[in-house]
């Protein structure tokens, strides 16, 4: 092998060592509740194009203190668990992700902490098998649908996006547009 080659080659073989020894730089952002609690907290990287990805865990709390969500990210697209809470503490959901789509089985349960949703998606991020729910009043009562591909083959296939009569009163349709506005934030 020539002088220069020999140079060359060591250049290349160092470039590359020095590539895959290089750490993230990451930066840290923070919002704050008004009275100063920590809301949002993520770290950044920003890359040689010039973009920005999320980092590691993204996290959000209640005004107290305590966690309201949390999913982990990896070269900005949503990587691992994803989990949230409700006010008083209680599980709210328990999420998987794989290279920003969702994956396995995902959980929802209620306030009370009894099980209120079973969904579970293939390699493709599309809802695939039998999706459970449980009435919220009666956890006896389970609604379920047979998904195939993302779509609903069989089954209660309003399970995932429930009908509000416009007869109810404004009290019980106000919680059933909770409900259905958290099944909506679960399912995101």
Known sequence: MSPLKKVLSV???????LACSEEKKLERRVVLHPNKAVWKEWNIERTPKGDTLIQGPYKEFFWNGSPAQSTLYKDGKKEGSSQAWYDNNALK????????????EWHLYTREGRAWMTIAFNDKGQIEGKVKAWDRVDASTIYDAEFKGGECVSGDCAVLNPVIPDDLPESSKSVLLKDKETVSAFLE
């Open 11 to 17: 250049l290349f073989i160092g470039a590359g060592l």
């Open 93 to 104: 959901w328990a999420k998987v992700y794989a290279a920003d789509k969702p994956t396995a």
